[in-house]
T-cell receptor, first 112, second 113 residues
Framework: DAKTTQPTSMDCAEGRAANLPCNHSTISGNEYVYWYRQIHSQGPQYIIHGLKNNETNEMASLIITEDRKSSTLILPHATLRDTAVYYCIVRPGSSNTGKLIFGQGTTLQVKP | EPEVTQTPSHQVTQMGQEVILRCVPI?????FYWYRQILGQKVEFLVS????????KSEIFDDQFSVERPDGSNFTLKIRSTKLEDSAMYFC???????????FGPGTRLTVL
C-alpha cells in the first residue's frame, strides 16, 4: 500500500502558487520522494523527485523537511491546465523492480 | 523529447477474446512496466520486465496475462481470455535502471463487452 498521506482535494486560484502537501512519516533513508500528476485519464506525468535536498525544475519545486517526514510540491503560477490529480510516491533509489505504488492522490482544481 | 507510445488508444473486445496491447518504450530504457487503472480507481502495478524476464508481478497478473518483447522496440501485454472486469486503462512505462524515473505512455482504454 501507499506509504504517503495526501489531502483528497485542493483548490487554487489561477496565477497563484499551488502548494500540495504530502506526509511520508515512515520514509527510509534510501527512499526518494516522487511526484507525478494525471490529467483526466491520461498517463501519469512525471513532475519532480528528491531525496533530502530541495529541488526545482521547469515545472515545479519540491521542498522536503529536514526530518524527511513530509514534503510540499509547489507549482509557482498555477494555470487551468494544471488541474489534475497529483500523486506523491516514495520508492527506493535502487530497486530490483522499481514498481510505483499509487495512492488516491490530491485532486487539484485551479479556478479562474 | 523521447516518449512512450501505446497502440491502440482504444480497444473494444468481446468477453473471452484475446487482446494484445502494444507499447514502444523510450529507446535507451531497459526496464518496462504495465499498470492498469479501472475507472475511478487507483493506478495499479501489474508487472515489470527486464532482460526478457518478468522481474515482479502483482497478484492481478494471473495466468491470463503475459508480456513479451518480440523485437528491439515493442513491448506487449496479452490478455488471453478477457473478462468484463479487465475493462480499464492500461499504461505502459519505461525507465533506465529500475530505481530511476519511470515515464508513462498515454494509455490504452480497453472495453470488454
Amino acid at each position: 500500500d501507499a506509504k504517503t498521506t495526501q489531502p483528497t482535494s485542493m483548490d487554487c486560484a489561477e496565477g497563484r502558487a499551488a502548494n500540495l502537501p504530502c506526509n511520508h512519516s515512515t520514509i527510509s533513508g534510501n527512499e526518494y520522494v516522487y511526484w507525478y500528476r494525471q490529467i483526466h485519464s491520461q498517463g501519469p506525468q512525471y513532475i519532480i523527485h528528491g531525496l533530502k535536498n530541495n529541488e526545482t525544475n521547469e515545472m515545479a519545486s519540491l521542498i522536503i523537511t529536514e526530518d524527511r517526514k513530509s514534503s510540499t510540491l509547489i507549482l509557482p503560477h498555477a494555470t487551468l491546465r494544471d488541474t489534475a490529480v497529483y500523486y506523491c510516491i516514495v520508492r527506493p533509489g535502487s530497486s530490483n523492480t522499481g514498481k510505483l505504488i499509487f495512492g488516491q492522490g490530491t485532486t487539484l482544481q485551479v479556478k479562474p | 523529447e523521447p516518449e512512450v507510445t501505446q497502440t491502440p488508444s482504444h480497444q473494444v473486445t468481446q468477453m473471452g477474446q484475446e487482446v494484445i496491447l502494444r507499447c514502444v518504450p523510450i529507446s535507451n530504457h531497459l526496464y518496462f512496466y504495465w499498470y492498469r487503472q479501472i475507472l475511478g480507481q487507483k493506478v495499479e502495478f501489474l508487472v515489470s520486465f527486464y532482460n526478457n524476464e518478468i522481474s515482479e508481478k502483482s497478484e492481478i497478473f494471473d495466468d491470463q496475462f503475459s508480456v513479451e518483447r518480440p523485437d528491439g522496440s515493442n513491448f506487449t501485454l496479452k490478455i488471453r481470455s478477457t473478462k468484463l472486469e479487465d475493462s480499464a486503462m492500461y499504461f505502459c512505462a519505461s525507465s533506465p535502471p529500475p530505481g530511476q524515473t519511470q515515464y508513462f505512455g498515454p494509455g490504452t482504454r480497453l472495453t470488454v463487452l
